[in-house]
Structure formats: C-alpha cells, structure tokens
C-alpha cells in the first residue's frame, strides 16, 4: 500500500490575515514495508505531512495518493482509507474515550460493520500484539491505566482495525524508560512480524537511529534530506545547522575515536557500538590516552 505525495503545499487559516504556510511542495513516496523515521526541528511540519497520509488533512495543492486512493477525490472513500492508514497521537487521551480497554479497542472494528465474534477475536489479537493480556484488561477502567498501558491500548485500537500502514506520532513522549522501552518493544515486534509500514515521528533521535531504516528530514516545510538511516545521520553538521541533535550512542562513539578506538562515523546502536568496541580490543588498537 504505497503513499505517494507529489508537490504538496498547505497553510493553517489559509485566506485569512493568520494564513501561515506549512508544508512548500513536498514530494515522497513510501513503500509497502518500509519503516520511516520522520524527523525535523519544532514546527517543521512533520505532523501536518503525516496527518495527509490518512486525510486528517486534504491537500491545498498537489496531490496525496495512498494504495491509488487520490485523497483530495470527492469520491475518495476516506473512512476504508483511515481503517488502512492507521494514526496513533501522541496524546493517547485524544484517542480514548470508552469506559473500558475492551469497548476503546472495539470501537474501529465495530464502525467497520463486522460482527460480535469477529470484534472479539480482533481485540483480543490486538492486545496481544502490544503485550496486554485480554482476561486482565478487557474490563479494566481506561482511567486506570498508566501512561504507557495508555499508549498501547491507543495502538491496539487502531490495530484491531488491521490497517496496512500505522503513523506513530512521538508516542514515547513523557513515558518513563520503562514505559519508552515497552513501546518501543511493540513497533519493532509490529514491523519484524507483521510486516506494517511504519511511519514514526520522534524528537528522539536516539530512537530513530535504533528503529528506523530510512529517514525523511522536514525543515520549514520542505524535505530537506531523504536517505538511509546510516547515510542522514553522517551529515552531522547538516542536521545541527537546523537544531537537531546527535543520538547519545553517536556523541559517545565520536568520544571513543577521540581515545584512539576506531569507530565508525556513524553508530546507530549500542549493540553495534559494543561490537566495534570489543573488535578494537582484540586487535589491540586502542591508544591509552584517555583525558
């Protein structure tokens, strides 16, 4: 289910004396299991692009194609389209609203017309999926639940609805490490196994470093970069000139060649920082001169 996205301009209030310009001719295209970072400073435009994938937003100008869908097509069937393109906020209480985890998570199946069985058998897969168990949780108070059970009932609703592409939009924001970690756990399992296109929005770059396999860089509305992960993320000065910052793997990776480990320029992982590491000890080709 590709998204096509070709010369896309939109303003907030447009026509208007507070018309301001968002998005300045964006042109992409993602491929069915992809797993996209989405990056970019404070009011990039990151949010506004990705709510164009599931028509939360109509183009202004250009043109938003999802699976042949043409967003901006008064025949559009934009309901199937949002069962298909699945959006998680970042605020999970913008997305829940049912008493209990059961009825929230019921709720997209039950708009697409299927029946009791059907509904129960996609809640209970859906909080499989993100590691909640359906006996201890279907009945459970949505008010109960911590900031990260919040969260992933927020992904098992949409997931109940079996959309082909999911956009995530800095769901680990204000979660403890653990919490991060346990949703972070979720979306890589999502990708590896169910094979969903994946479209993350983050201000972590750690994370996008971990998770994503190519990056898409929105500055003051325009694509400024789209690469592989590896390959964005060596143009350090490129991505500090518009306020980014380095992961933390990366910053102590620079540090490592400083004391004389040869590192590569661009790590990604502490997985692949341990390795080099212990490749560097082996061959003894580490300079003992730590400050």
Not at 74 to 103: C, M, S, W
Not at 117 to 137: C, H, N, W
Not at 185 to 214: C, G, P, Q
Request: net charge negative.
């Amino acid at each position: 289910m590709p998204i096509e996205v070709t010369d896309l301009c939109f303003s907030y209030k447009k026509g208007t004396p507070f018309e301001k310009e968002v998005l300045q001719g964006v042109t992409l295209h993602i491929e069915d299991g992809e797993f996209v970072g989405l990056i970019g400073p404070t009011q990039a435009g990151k949010t506004t692009l990705a709510q164009h994938f599931n028509a939360l937003f109509i183009p202004q100008q250009g043109r938003v194609i999802v699976n042949n869908c043409d967003t901006a097509d008064k025949n559009a069937d934009l309901i199937r389209l949002r069962h298909d393109v699945g959006y998680v906020f970042q605020n999970p209480d913008y997305q829940l609203f049912a008493a209990t985890v059961g009825e929230d998570i019921a709720f997209g199946p039950k708009n697409q017309g299927l029946k009791s069985p059907e509904i129960i058998k996609r809640v209970s897969r859906a909080m499989s999926q993100v590691g909640l168990d359906y006996t201890s949780f279907n009945d459970r108070d949505i008010f109960a639940l911590s900031g990260g059970q919040k969260r992933r009932v927020a992904i098992a609703g949409v997931l109940a609805c079996r959309p082909k592409i999911l956009v995530l939009d800095d769901i680990t924001a204000g979660l403890d490490p653990r919490g991060r970690e346990e949703i972070l756990k979720v979306i890589r399992k999502l990708h590896s196994e169910e094979k969903i296109t994946i479209i993350f929005i983050s201000n972590s770059m750690d994370e996008v470093a971990e998770l994503a396999e190519r990056i898409i860089v929105v500055d003051r509305g325009r694509i400024v970069k789209d690469d592989n992960t590896r390959q964005v993320f060596r143009k350090t000065a490129d991505l500090k000139a518009i306020g980014l910052e380095m992961p933390e793997i990366m910053i102590i990776a620079e540090r490592l060649s400083s004391c004389g480990y040869n590192m590569p320029d661009a790590v990604l992982n502490l997985e692949e920082a341990l390795q080099k590491i212990a490749e560097n000890l082996q061959e003894g080709q580490v300079k003992k001169h730590w400050n």
